[in-house]
């Protein structure tokens, strides 16, 4: 399967303006309502933004070095009003200036990078946001008009979950791949907590996972008690710069300390009921060495679709993109039209009719939103 790219990718071929200008005249400047910067800024945190824009993170005008990726820090925490960065091999506390702080979280994430400048009283101050090559992004549960970036900058996002405390919920996985591949990085679906299934129950519990099996994504079982998958996953993550996703309770962050054992990141109980007790509660980026970062993220329940409609959502269904080519009409749905290739293949099984279930039912979701 070919990874589909977040739109944004031939954006960065455009032009950018480099000119030098000082950060305090800059921030007056977004002050002003009618300056593009700050009406780009308002939209950015709008959903009416497009997906370019939550690619393109610049805050401001960059100079010619500033733009350099290598020279920039990189974000590992963000809390309010301020970031923490590693830069120049140390890691340093940033101020946020306003434009950023008061839309921080539709604004910067972990994994970004950004140029620095110095502030009153000898502070760091974020200056400019630079370019994403890639970004993890929902909507605000509580606002779904706003965009919230979970990270940025990431290669490979792993959508952690569990056979059991908590359950499988195979449908979150529908929505974590979307919001990965829309996103422009590479998913992958870890099974933790496999120690608590025994080897003859393996194949019954792993039946819900195998609609994702014929999709060009890996799919690593791992036990953070008995050890196993832990060399296949830290493979995966070797020199890249990874996020953990998932549910809470699931063992994201209990991961990262297997995977490092330097690493001491606080791990949580669960509920009676098998459920995780939200225990990580901001995005972090660790440093494994050998140029792998990974980001643990805080678990969360439900995964919002940021900015897809009905038309778009069928682009992240990689199975489908091949067999669309051949239905008779090329904007067919894939839902009622006839001869259409998609549903002859799921008759055949060879889409599998769970993961064209949950397209249909994605697709009646974002009818009704847009009514
Ligand atoms: N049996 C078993 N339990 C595990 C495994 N990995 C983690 N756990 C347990 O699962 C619970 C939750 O682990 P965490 O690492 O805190 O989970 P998390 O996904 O980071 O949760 P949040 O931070 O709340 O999102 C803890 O009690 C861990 O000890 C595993 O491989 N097997
Ligand atoms: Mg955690
Ligand atoms: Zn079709």
């Given at each position: 399967?070919?990874?589909?790219?977040?739109?944004?990718?031939?954006?960065?071929?455009?032009?950018?303006?480099?000119?030098?200008?000082?950060?305090?005249?800059?921030?007056?400047?977004?002050?002003?309502?009618?300056?593009?910067?700050?009406?780009?800024?308002?939209?950015?945190?709008?959903?009416s933004?497009?997906?370019d824009?939550?690619?393109?993170?610049?805050?401001?005008?960059?100079?010619a070095?500033?733009?350099?990726?290598?020279?920039?820090?990189?974000v590992?925490?963000?809390?309010?009003?301020?970031?923490?960065?590693?830069?120049?091999?140390?890691?340093?506390?940033?101020?946020?200036?306003?434009?950023i702080?008061?839309?921080q979280?539709s604004?910067?994430?972990?994994?970004?990078?950004?140029?620095?400048?110095?502030?009153?009283?000898?502070?760091?101050r974020v200056?400019?946001i630079?370019?994403r090559?890639?970004?993890?992004?929902?909507?605000?549960?509580?606002?779904p008009?706003?965009?919230?970036?979970?990270?940025?900058n990431?290669?490979?996002?792993?959508?952690?979950?569990?056979?059991?405390?908590?359950?499988?919920?195979?449908?979150l996985?529908?929505?974590?791949?979307?919001?990965?591949?829309?996103?422009?990085?590479?998913?992958?679906?870890?099974?933790?907590?496999?120690?608590?299934?025994?080897?003859?129950?393996?194949?019954r519990?792993?039946?819900?996972?195998?609609?994702?099996?014929?999709?060009?994504?890996?799919?690593?079982g791992?036990?953070?008690?008995?050890?196993?998958?832990?060399?296949?996953?830290?493979?995966?993550?070797?020199?890249?710069?990874?996020?953990?996703?998932?549910?809470?309770?699931?063992?994201?962050?209990?991961?990262?300390?297997?995977?490092?054992?330097?690493?001491q990141?606080?791990?949580?109980?669960?509920?009676?009921r098998?459920?995780?007790?939200?225990?990580?509660?901001?995005s972090?980026?660790?440093?494994?060495?050998?140029?792998?970062?990974?980001?643990?993220?805080?678990?969360?329940?439900?995964?919002?679709?940021?900015?897809?409609?009905?038309?778009?959502?069928?682009?992240?269904f990689?199975?489908?993109?091949?067999?669309?080519?051949?239905?008779?009409?090329?904007?067919?749905?894939?839902?009622?039209?006839?001869?259409?290739?998609v549903?002859?293949?799921?008759?055949?099984?060879?889409?599998?009719?769970?993961?064209?279930?949950?397209y249909?039912?994605?697709?009646?979701?974002?009818?009704?939103?847009?009514?």
């Open positions: 399967m070919k990874l589909r790219r977040g739109a944004g990718k031939a954006h960065h071929g455009s032009k950018r303006k480099t000119g030098a200008r000082g950060g305090a005249a800059a921030l007056e400047e977004f002050e002003d309502a009618g300056s593009p910067v700050g009406a780009r800024l308002r939209r950015r945190a709008e959903s933004a497009t997906f824009e939550l690619l393109d993170g610049d805050f401001g005008d960059l100079t070095s500033e733009s350099e990726r290598d020279g920039a820090a990189i590992i925490n963000v809390s309010s009003g301020r970031c923490r960065v590693f830069h120049d091999g140390v890691e340093k506390d940033c101020l946020l200036p306003p434009q702080a008061t839309r979280k604004m910067l994430a972990v994994g970004d990078r950004v140029a620095l400048e110095t502030a009153d009283g000898g502070n760091w200056r400019a630079l370019p090559h890639s970004v993890l992004a929902r909507p605000d549960p509580l606002n008009h706003l965009q919230r970036l979970i990270a940025a990431i290669d490979v996002v792993i959508n952690v979950v569990s056979l059991k405390t908590p359950p499988l919920r195979p449908r996985i529908d929505r974590f791949l979307i919001a990965i591949f829309r996103g422009g990085a590479q998913p992958a679906i870890c099974v933790n907590k496999i120690d608590l299934v025994p080897p003859e129950d393996r194949e519990e792993l039946a819900p996972l195998l609609p994702f099996a014929g999709l060009d994504v890996p799919i690593i791992c036990s953070t008690r008995s050890g196993e998958g832990l060399d296949a996953l830290g493979e995966l993550l070797r020199g890249k710069t990874g996020a953990l996703v998932g549910h809470s309770g699931v063992g994201k962050s209990s991961i990262l300390n297997a995977l490092d054992e330097r690493l990141i606080a791990t949580g109980g669960l509920h009676k098998g459920t995780g007790r939200h225990t990580t509660t901001s972090t980026l660790h440093d494994l060495g050998g140029g792998t970062f990974v980001i643990d993220t805080p678990g969360i329940r439900e995964l919002g679709l940021w900015n897809l409609d009905r038309d778009t959502l069928r682009e992240y990689p199975e489908m993109q091949a067999a669309a080519e051949l239905c008779r009409f090329n904007d067919c749905t894939h839902l009622h039209e006839p001869d259409c290739e549903k002859a293949r799921v008759a055949t099984r060879s889409i599998h009719p769970a993961r064209y279930d949950a249909v039912r994605l697709s009646e979701e974002m009818g009704e939103t847009a009514r």
